[in-house]
């Protein structure tokens, strides 16, 4: 699986969008960006995934470069309850026997009210 | 309510003794998962399972087994408990090509 490089910390102030970055230069052409949470020690919580096209849910935004080396995970109005370490994980959408979850140490996102 | 259930919550053991950690979901996942959590670190895979009967190996094996006898379920055994292996952990499933719901966490502590 590719690997990704998050920057260590972010603070964003309450209401505002938190951008969160990543790049993932070695990607390949069937690997999916996922993005994760954890919230202080609980399990962590799948956010969103896309492959090429950008992605909406409920809790963010997914904007995938065109040449898909980097990405970008947007919550649109950030609250107290964001405050969490965001991980971006590069892999298969289905990856047969090998459909392994690899964490790095990803984004430790502070909201501030 | 549908989900991945890990029990105990939390345990503390002696050096040398053994336990199984229990993971069972309810929501038909061919895919499970063990991770642990030491403070301050991110998430390392110790054993995966991509269906009932099939188990292999992740990042940080050693001291661990586990068995697939059912599609429910995905218990973690530590056979000799060590120090190091105090830590959080967590049990994760997911069916195919979608996101992996994770349970709760055990917090294990080995004196």
């Known amino acids: 699986d590719a690997k990704t490089t998050q920057p260590p910390s972010m603070d964003c102030a309450e209401g505002r969008a938190a951008n969160l970055p990543c790049n993932h230069s070695t990607i390949s052409g069937n690997e999916y960006v996922y993005w994760y949470r954890q919230i202080h020690s609980q399990g962590p919580q799948y956010i969103i995934h896309g492959l090429k096209n950008n992605e909406t849910n409920e809790m963010a935004s997914l904007i995938i470069t065109e040449d898909r080396k980097s990405s970008t995970l947007i919550l649109p109005h950030a609250t107290l309850r964001d405050t969490a370490v965001y991980y971006c994980?590069?892999?298969?959408?289905?990856?047969?026997?090998?459909?392994?979850?690899?964490f790095g140490a990803g984004t430790r996102l502070a909201v501030h009210p | 309510n549908a989900g991945v259930t890990q029990t105990p919550k939390f345990q503390v053991l002696k050096t040398g003794q053994s336990m199984t950690l229990q993971c069972a979901q309810d929501?038909?996942?061919?895919?499970m998962s063990w991770y642990r959590q030491d403070p301050g670190m991110g998430l390392r895979l110790i054993h995966y399972s991509v269906g009932a009967g099939i188990t292999d190996q992740g990042e940080v094996p050693n001291g661990y087994n586990v068995s697939r006898s059912t599609t429910e379920d995905f218990p973690l055994r530590l056979l000799s408990a060590a120090p190091s292996q105090t830590s959080v952990y967590f049990c994760?499933?997911?069916?195919?090509?979608?996101?992996?719901?994770f349970g709760s966490g055990t917090r294990l502590t080995v004196v």
């Open positions: 929501m038909n996942h061919e895919y």
């Open positions: 994980i590069v892999r298969p959408l289905f990856s047969g026997g090998y459909n392994k979850l690899i």
């Open positions: 994760a499933s997911t069916g195919q090509g979608y996101g992996y719901t």
